[in-house]
């Protein structure tokens, strides 16, 4: 079944069947995340009922628009764009496997349920494992369920994880293809074909001709060329957009703690005054607002997570000495007045520190506190002398996750849009390239030359494609057409012609033979005869299944053909030998006999200007050999057996025969009995038994061919 509409309108209407899908997807999800407390997911109901009916691009593409547009409200959703991608991909395969009926509907609902189920479980906990999320960090059902696994079952939190999850997949996606199905169930027929058929720029092929569209290729098929190259060309944008980002994304995250650093060794450098420095060295606590400058700091240290340290130093030649350092979890702070020596992270800028000059923040690797950032702030007194720097550590240590999650998210869209767009080259080579190449490869090759109706059918078969690809293609396909009409009108003229010609060349050999039977009195009708007689006796031939090899429907014509030429040699025997009425004497017969190898002479003339008649090969044996015997006692150079000819072997049956039932001057004419009785006598001897065989067994047909030329 197959419907036509409005190219304009049909790709308008597949485009709103898209943003159907992606709207579907989005509208499910918020339902799910809103009403179900994101116990199930529901984002791929679009993505299914897309593919269901137009195929596995179309399905890709809303998959992948679907987890662009929810990244910007839900990054994390970014990482399972790679599952609904393959479940775009499969839920195509498993429909295509139930429409080609290799497998019931029930049997592949339950492996595409699992098969996807496991899939989405298998990642979410690969990503899990990635994260470096070794324990629920949430109090909502799925966590506390992974809990429940871990505690009662003695399960590991991954295994468990991915048990949680792949229950949950089971039903999510079951109750996605349940809905797809039924909205599927609602659809018209027609829109269906539309959608199914949206890709096709000729006339669509059935699901058995899409099968067996491919064609023979040397080496590698126009669609592995083009996988590999799409693939490679996207794997290396992928791998440079990767690196340039990962690059950047360092930069920039540097940049950020960098100016977070020194932003807030600023505010430290604001909470202390520059002319109490010294009395806070002395006297401590017992300094007048030391309290409320420490509890300023302690305050600071709460703006943000990533501070793991504010301290004030006062810089001398040989170290620090400690105004003020705060407690953490992973160090003591040191106690006002202590000296400490140069970190050997800070040795590269003593000399700066000293003179009481700006840093620029610097990166330390210590084992007891981490990976942090160090940004030191020199605070002025009023005559403008750096009295101490308002220091504070930055912790780095998220950095390698936000690096890595990052990464992550960069490459599961760089992956998703690298499959879609592979599928999307695909499917448009597929489409506009592939099926539109091997169809006309196809009907070209299913080409009936027999008749003019199979001619024209060969054209109107080629017709009926109707490729409509609108490029080059298109070009070559109306070319195409219009050589092959060219060519059936050609083809038609030329088979006209070489049937004019050969009934010409038919009659000149009746011509040519009348001019020698003309000149001798007693032959009659001698030539049409044994050219029946040949006919006849080689169809029965055929029948009873002797020389199947030679016995070919252009043998048979060449020999009908050429049998009227048997004795052209006759031409250069005088009129006085030809037509004398007794017996010929020794030196007569002599003469006589030589028609043979004149009349090879004058036939191996024609060929020299007629070399690539074929008939005329077998004209010259039948003229050469016709009165070889099977015993080697013929003439002219007494050939034995299947050294003569079969053509000539078949005319020495038809010759002797219309001699014998003919009058002669020199004799009366035989009964047909009597002839037949003749050829079998001689069968084995003067004749080939097989061909004498076949003459006899047709006897009746020789019968009749001999009557008819009786009574004319």
């Known amino acids: 079944m197959h419907f036509k ?5 049909k790709w308008i209407n597949f485009t709103f069947f898209l943003i159907f899908g992606i709207c579907l997807n989005l509208a499910f999800k918020t339902f799910a995340n809103t009403c179900l407390g994101r116990l199930f997911y529901l984002d791929t109901i679009g993505t299914m009922i897309v593919a269901l009916m137009a195929g596995y691009f179309p399905g890709l593409f809303v998959a992948l628009i679907t987890n662009v547009i929810t990244f910007f409200t839900d990054p994390p959703s970014v990482y399972y764009v790679l599952i609904n991608l393959f479940i775009a991909f499969i839920t195509t395969h498993f429909y295509d496997l139930y429409r080609e009926k290799k497998a019931t509907f029930t049997s592949l609902m339950v492996y595409y349920l699992i098969l996807i189920s496991f899939a989405s479980s298998a990642l979410g906990t690969l990503l899990t494992y990635i994260q470096d999320k070794g324990y629920p960090h949430g109090d909502g059902l799925i966590d506390q369920m992974v809990i429940y696994l871990m505690d009662n079952a003695n399960f590991g939190f991954y295994l468990a994880h991915f048990v949680v999850n792949l229950f949950i997949h089971l039903f999510d996606k079951s109750i996605c293809i349940i809905i797809s199905l039924i909205f599927i169930s609602l659809v018209p027929a027609k829109s269906k074909v539309m959608l199914r058929n949206i890709g096709w720029v000729q006339t669509p092929l059935s699901d058995w001709q899409v099968k067996h569209n491919k064609t023979d290729i040397r080496r590698f098929s126009v669609k592995t060329k083009l996988s590999i190259s799409l693939t490679v060309a996207c794997l290396s944008i992928t791998i440079t957009i990767s690196i340039m980002s990962r690059m950047l994304f360092a930069k920039y995250m540097e940049k950020e703690f960098k100016e977070e650093s020194i932003g807030i060794s600023r505010l430290v450098s604001s909470a202390i005054e520059p002319d109490r420095v010294n009395d806070y060295i002395q006297n401590g606590r017992d300094a007048f607002g030391y309290s409320k400058t420490e509890g300023m700091l302690y305050n600071i240290r709460l703006v943000s997570n990533n501070i793991k340290n504010i301290f004030i130093y006062k810089v001398n030649d040989d170290g620090y000495t400690v105004i003020f350092d705060l407690d953490s979890e992973e160090l003591k702070a040191a106690e006002y007045g202590t000296h400490l020596d140069f970190d050997k992270s800070v040795l590269p800028y003593v000399d700066q520190l000293k003179n009481g000059e700006t840093i620029e923040p610097f990166i330390t690797d210590d084992e007891n506190i981490g990976y942090y950032l160090t940004s030191f702030c020199p605070v002025y007194d009023e005559n403008g002398v750096c009295v101490c720097y308002a220091g504070v550590d930055i912790s780095m240590n998220d950095y390698e996750s936000y690096e890595k999650n990052f990464l992550l998210q960069l490459l599961s869209l760089c992956a998703g849009f690298m499959i879609t767009t592979i599928s999307a080259g695909l499917w448009v080579s597929k489409y506009h390239l592939i099926y539109p190449v091997n169809t006309m490869v196809k009907t070209a090759n299913m080409f009936d030359y027999s008749d003019e109706a199979s001619r024209e059918e060969n054209v109107e078969k080629l017709r009926s494609l109707d490729i409509h690809t609108g490029d080059e293609l298109e070009n070559l396909y109306h070319t195409f057409l219009k050589t092959i009409e060219e060519n059936r009108l050609n083809y038609s003229q030329m088979l006209q012609r070489s049937k004019d010609l050969d009934e010409v060349q038919t009659k000149l050999i009746m011509v040519l033979a009348d001019l020698v039977e003309n000149r001798d009195a007693s032959t009659g009708d001698h030539i049409k005869k044994t050219a ?3 006919g006849i006796t080689m169809n029965q031939m055929k029948k009873m299944g002797y020389y199947t090899d030679q016995l070919t429907d252009t043998f048979i014509s060449n020999v009908i053909k050429s049998a009227p030429l048997h004795d052209i040699g006759k031409i250069k025997i005088s009129d006085t030998i030809l037509n004398k009425p007794g017996k010929l004497t020794d030196e ?17 003339h024609c060929i020299s200007s007629l070399p690539n008649s074929e008939f005329l090969c077998e004209a010259k044996n039948i003229a050469a050999y016709h009165h070889e015997k099977w015993n080697g006692k013929g003439y002219p150079y007494g050939l034995e057996g299947e050294e003569i000819p079969l053509s000539a072997r078949i005319m020495a049956v038809a010759d002797v025969f219309d001699a014998l039932v003919s009058k002669r001057v020199y004799k009366e004419a ?11 006598e001689d069968s084995g001897t003067h004749f080939d038994p097989k061909v004498a065989e076949a003459f006899l067994a047709a006897s009746a047909e020789v019968h009749a061919a001999e ?3 009786e009574k004319r």
Request: charged share 30%; glycine share 2%; no cysteine.
């Open 532 to 534: 029946i007689y040949t």
């Open 588 to 604: 007569e017969f002599e003469i006589m006999k030589k028609h043979t190898t004149y009349g090879a002479e004058v036939i191996e």
């Open 5 to 9: 509409i409005n190219n304009t309108k």
């Open 670 to 680: 035989f009964s047909f009995e009597k002839a037949m009785s003749i050829i079998e």
């Open 707 to 709: 009557e008819y030329f």
